[in-house]
């Protein structure tokens, strides 16, 4: 028996000093926003990141966006065309990103030549239905919060302006994620500092499209008026189109993500609605942060990962072999019957050791 003791021992202590690095994470001082720096964040369309430094360089500051509703048509796939409502243009939104204890201040524009009232519910926030309550802009307005980002780790933002308007605005396109980076960058499985050479930002939309009596997608000439439409598709809880960053093929082919071996590649993964699971064909992840908490200590050698709809999930891959790997939800059906499938191309030397064709197809002899 005491022989076994004292493994155990040191498992616990190990345990217990490795838990204070991801304890439970305490409101900071309030600073004064006014004092501290302000710094621009260019957005940019998914499934890219906005520049940013993984490590903050110094105290917190004033990350500003803007957001800007655009209620438009877009061919979601090859006989659908569907009125999107998204924020900058893309479905998903653009991502933010920001460092634990900053202060992230958004402005949302709703210009006139929209229709609706929109509004931003962002997870990372604290109080005010996430904001939801103070960005209330109808079209010709625009409405400005700042907020201090206390929690590290990925969290989705999205319209809410309230009843069944909540999911048709958001199963329309108006979700994206905001990413909290701790101060000191991401930790790995030991607690160590974590550098990631390239970042990806994939989300899963469902969308709920009505068809006409022959069966076809129906198009309408303004958004609102397929509401009433789209409310009774809803009622099936069962999307009519299942896709990887809002449109079949947006991350195919030519618009592949691109990686290289020896590379590690963060995959920011998010669903505002429904429930995904995410899946690397041909990789694994070596690191996932579930429920998207950069403050616990990420889960190893994971081969599927889940992300509750309403929520994003981070996960960290370090690629050792070149190819074509597919990016799916493994509910196989949502991801080769619909179009929730992605693809990264990775460049790079084989490794004959990890994987060899020791005999090609060739008839039984
Ligand atoms: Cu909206």
């Known amino acids: 028996m005491k022989v076994r003791i004292i493994p155990f021992l040191l498992a616990t202590a190990s345990i217990l000093s490795c838990n204070q690095q991801y304890s439970v994470f305490e409101d900071p001082d ?13 957005m940019v369309p998914p499934p890219a990141l906005p520049e940013h ?11 500003e966006v803007t957001l800007k509703v655009e209620e438009k048509k877009m061919k979601i796939d090859p006989n659908t065309t569907f009125w999107t409502l998204t924020f900058n243009g893309s479905v998903p939104a653009p991502i933010i990103v920001a460092h634990e204890g900053d202060y992230v201040q958004v402005t949302l524009v ?18 005010y239905m996430g904001g939801g309550d103070l960005t209330e802009v109808a079209p010709g307005q625009e409405a400005t919060i700042r907020f201090r980002v206390t929690k590290p780790g990925v969290f989705v933002y999205h319209c809410a302006p309230g009843g069944a308007m909540v999911p048709i605005h958001v199963t329309s396109g108006m979700n994206g994620v905001i990413m909290v980076l701790p101060r000191g960058g991401l930790r790995d499985e030991h607690g160590k500092r974590l550098h990631y050479d390239r970042a990806y930002y994939v989300v899963e939309q469902d969308y709920y499209v009505p068809k006409d009596d022959q069966g ?12 009433a439409d789209m409310i009774q598709v809803m009622r099936t809880l069962t999307p009519t189109h299942i896709m990887l960053n809002g449109k079949a093929g947006a991350l195919m082919h030519e618009q592949a993500m691109i990686a290289d071996v020896g590379e590690k590649v963060l995959f920011i993964t998010a669903s505002c609605n429904i429930d995904a699971r995410f899946h690397l064909i041909g990789g694994h992840a070596d690191l996932v942060w579930n429920g998207g908490s950069f403050h616990d200590r990420p889960a190893t050698n994971q081969e599927t990962w889940g992300v509750p709809g309403g929520s994003a999930v981070a996960a960290l891959y370090r690629f050792r072999q070149p190819g074509t790997y597919a990016f799916v939800d493994h509910d196989l059906i949502k991801a080769f019957v619909f179009n929730a499938v992605g693809q990264v191309k990775v460049g790079g030397p084989a490794n004959e050791d990890l994987m060899k064709q020791v005999s090609p197809p060739h008839p039984i002899p």
């Open 53 to 63: 430094d993984q490590v903050a360089k110094d105290g917190p500051v004033v990350v």
């Open 110 to 127: 709703n210009p006139k030549t929209n229709r609706m009232m929109h509004n931003l519910d962002f997870h990372a926030a604290t109080g």
């Open 216 to 227: 076809n997608y129906k198009e309408y000439d303004t958004p609102a008026e397929g509401f």
């Open 30 to 42: 309030p600073l004064d926003p006014d004092k501290l720096p302000h710094v621009q964040q260019a």
